[in-house]
């Protein structure tokens, strides 16, 4: 069966929407970078082995990355889910898991990278919002986009009320991608996500063309 790893830094939402997909995988272990991650707790309950790295503990990115990198290389995982993981990670850390390393992002990419992208989108006006999976790349939020789920901005939207539609939005799409690289159907390929197979898309849902 193949395995995979959750890095989480917080409430973990969308490690609970992964771990109770039913994926064709097991989840090897849950990591955070924080001990007060609310979604350890949730991790735990389910019986998953839970560790902590706290990133406070390192002189530098590149140390607190090695020791995440030989916890995550220690449960041999064929995919890495950044869920909610608050750290930029360091090029070693990344080429070292490149194309089983994925991550989700509350914008539709390449707009809005970075933090507070729900004030991002309100400031800028946009009509369309949503969120992306993308695999992993060096350059922050810029890799490979997978998948977008878009929701309208709707008149008197604020943070929190556009927030709670795209995290819903999240909860759906983020799932779908990881099964689909559980199933082998889902590659990196010369820098672009490449599906294979047949696809079911539904609502506001986009996703690559399949082969
Ligand atoms: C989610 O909205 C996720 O997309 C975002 O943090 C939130 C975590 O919530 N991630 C990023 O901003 C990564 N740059 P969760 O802990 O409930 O899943």
Redesign the pocket.
């Known amino acids: 069966m193949k395995r995979y790893v959750i890095l989480?830094?917080?409430?973990?939402?969308?490690?609970e929407s992964l771990l109770d997909a039913g994926l064709p995988g097991a989840c090897a272990a849950v990591i955070s970078n924080r001990a007060d991650a609310a979604?350890l707790a949730f991790a735990a309950s389910r019986g998953i082995v839970t560790h902590v790295i706290d990133h406070r503990g390192f002189a530098s990115r590149e140390d607190f990355d090695s020791a995440l990198a030989a916890e995550v290389g220690r449960h041999a995982p064929d995919l890495i889910l950044?869920?909610?993981?608050?750290r930029i990670l360091t090029d070693g850390f990344v080429r070292r898991f490149e194309g089983r390393l994925l991550?989700?992002?509350?914008s539709l990419l390449p707009a809005f990278p970075?933090?507070k992208?729900h004030a991002q989108a309100l400031a800028a006006g946009v009509r369309l919002h949503g969120?992306s999976v993308h695999f992993v790349t060096p350059a922050l939020?810029g890799g490979p986009i997978i998948a977008q789920a878009a929701v309208p901005v709707q008149a008197g939207d604020d943070e929190a009320s556009l927030?709670r539609r795209?995290?819903a939005e999240?909860h759906r799409l983020y799932p779908r991608v990881a099964r689909w690289l559980l199933e082998g159907r889902l590659h990196l390929v010369a820098g672009r996500a490449q599906l294979v197979g047949e696809i079911a898309v539904g609502g506001a849902l986009h996703v690559p063309q399949t082969e």
């Open positions: 989480i830094s917080g409430r973990g939402s969308n490690m979604g950044l869920a909610g993981f608050m991550n989700i992002h509350p970075g933090i992208t969120c939020d927030g795209v995290l999240e």
